[in-house]
C-alpha cells in the first residue's frame, strides 16, 4: 500500500550518528537541513505555495517496559512529523499508523536510523516495549503559506 502522507526512509542516518544524537553531540542545524530536505524532496508536490517553518517540539524520547500508549490523532493540519528511531535494543514498540478507524494498521519496521516522515493529522500509535527501551527523535514542521510564491494549479 502507497500512502502520500507518509514516508519511510531506510538508514537515513547510521548508527554512529544516532548515538550522537542520544548522547547530545550532534549539530542539530546540519540535521534539521537534512530532513528539511528530505521533507521538499517527498512532500513537494503537496507544498506548491508553501515553506516551511523551522523544527518545533524535538525531543528526544524513551519507551519503557509496560509503559502505557495511547492512539494519537493532532488536529495540526498544517504540520508534517519526523521521527527517526534512534537503536535496535528493544521489541516489540512498533511505531503504527492507524487505518479505516483503527480496523487495521500500516506497521513501520525497526531499525536505528530510520526516518518517517507523515502529516501530523494522521492517526498513529506505539505499541507496548517488551523488552528493552526504545529511543526516537521526533519533532515538526509547520507549512507556511507562501504570497510570494509563485500559483501553479495541479
Given at each position: 500500500?502507497?500512502?502520500?502522507?507518509?514516508?519511510?526512509?531506510?538508514?537515513?542516518?547510521?548508527?554512529?550518528?544516532?548515538?550522537?544524537?542520544?548522547?547530545?553531540?550532534?549539530?542539530?542545524?546540519?540535521?534539521?537541513?537534512?530532513?528539511?530536505?528530505?521533507?521538499?524532496?517527498?512532500?513537494s508536490i503537496?507544498?506548491?505555495?508553501?515553506?516551511?517553518?523551522?523544527?518545533?517540539?524535538?525531543?528526544?524520547?524513551?519507551?519503557?517496559?509496560?509503559?502505557?500508549?495511547?492512539?494519537?490523532?493532532?488536529?495540526?493540519?498544517?504540520?508534517?512529523?519526523?521521527?527517526?528511531?534512534?537503536?535496535?535494543?528493544?521489541?516489540?514498540?512498533?511505531?503504527?499508523?492507524?487505518?479505516?478507524?483503527?480496523?487495521?494498521?500500516?506497521?513501520?519496521?525497526?531499525?536505528?536510523?530510520?526516518?518517517?516522515?507523515?502529516?501530523?493529522?494522521?492517526?498513529?500509535?506505539?505499541?507496548?516495549?517488551?523488552?528493552g527501551i526504545?529511543?526516537?527523535?521526533?519533532?515538526k514542521v509547520?507549512?507556511?503559506?507562501?504570497?510570494?510564491?509563485?500559483?501553479?494549479?495541479?
Amino acid at each position: 500500500m502507497r500512502n502520500k502522507k507518509i514516508k519511510l526512509l531506510l538508514n537515513f542516518i547510521d548508527e554512529h550518528e544516532c548515538s550522537k544524537i542520544l548522547s547530545g553531540h550532534y549539530d542539530q542545524n546540519i540535521l534539521n537541513k537534512k530532513i528539511h530536505n528530505e521533507i521538499q524532496k517527498h512532500f513537494s508536490i503537496k507544498f506548491k505555495g508553501f515553506k516551511l517553518s523551522d523544527f518545533t517540539d524535538i525531543k528526544i524520547n524513551e519507551y519503557q517496559v509496560d509503559q502505557k500508549y495511547h492512539d494519537f490523532k493532532s488536529n495540526d493540519d498544517n504540520f508534517i512529523s519526523f521521527m527517526i528511531q534512534l537503536n535496535n535494543e528493544y521489541e516489540e514498540g512498533y511505531f503504527q499508523f492507524l487505518i479505516n478507524n483503527g480496523e487495521n494498521y500500516f506497521q513501520v519496521n525497526h531499525g536505528a536510523g530510520h526516518l518517517v516522515l507523515f502529516f501530523s493529522n494522521l492517526n498513529q500509535r506505539t505499541t507496548p516495549v517488551t523488552k528493552g527501551i526504545k529511543k526516537t527523535l521526533t519533532g515538526k514542521v509547520l507549512l507556511i503559506k507562501d504570497n510570494g510564491a509563485k500559483q501553479t494549479l495541479i
